[in-house]
């Protein structure tokens, strides 16, 4: 079946019904997205299709077919919210987090603290008390400083 992975068009073969998760993992090669619940009920295996967070333990293969899909692989390590929870300590046994920072990437520059929790309600963490994910991510959105306006000096 066709269909972008990480901005690259792929086919892979696999059953219809097979869970995305498992076929991401399987098929695919890419063990970024991880199994919590296997029931929709904890966001781990969060990625994004057509640019929405959705729980790929629930979506079945053929769902994806023509769409595009995301995976943690397809930040490459280098984006901001994956600076910012390393330098924040928004991540420890990280099976949560994959999934936190692809809901996170769907959140507007400037996210209020109550957006945030609101983008990430259907991702459940065990370990870090949320705290320290929340301020990353506020870390990574926020926005630059506004440039000082000069005074024209006159000489
Ligand atoms: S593993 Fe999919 S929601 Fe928990
Ligand atoms: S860091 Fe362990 S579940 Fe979130």
């Known amino acids: 079946m066709r269909f972008t992975l990480n ?3 792929v086919d892979v073969r696999a059953h219809p019904m097979k869970r995305l998760l498992d076929v991401l993992r399987e098929e695919c090669a890419l063990p970024g ?3 919590g619940c296997g029931e929709g009920e904890c966001g781990a295996c969060t990625v994004l299709v057509d640019g929405a967070p959705v729980c790929a333990c629930l979506v079945p293969f053929a769902q994806v077919s023509g769409a595009s899909v995301k995976t943690i692989e397809g930040l490459r390590g280098d984006h901001p919210l994956q600076k910012a929870f390393v330098s924040e300590g928004g991540a420890q046994c990280g099976i949560c987090t994959p999934g936190m920072i692809l809901a996170a990437t769907t959140l507007e520059r400037g996210a209020t603290r109550a957006e945030i929790q609101a983008a990430l309600a259907g991702n ?3 370990c870090t008390g949320y705290e320290a994910i929340y301020r990353a991510i506020e870390k990574s959105l926020r926005r630059p400083p506004a440039p000082v306006a000069r005074k024209a000096t006159r000489r």
Request: hydrophobic residues 10%; charged residues 55%.
């Open 7 to 9: 901005g690259r068009k």
């Open 33 to 35: 997205t991880k199994e």
């Open 124 to 126: 459940l963490c065990r």
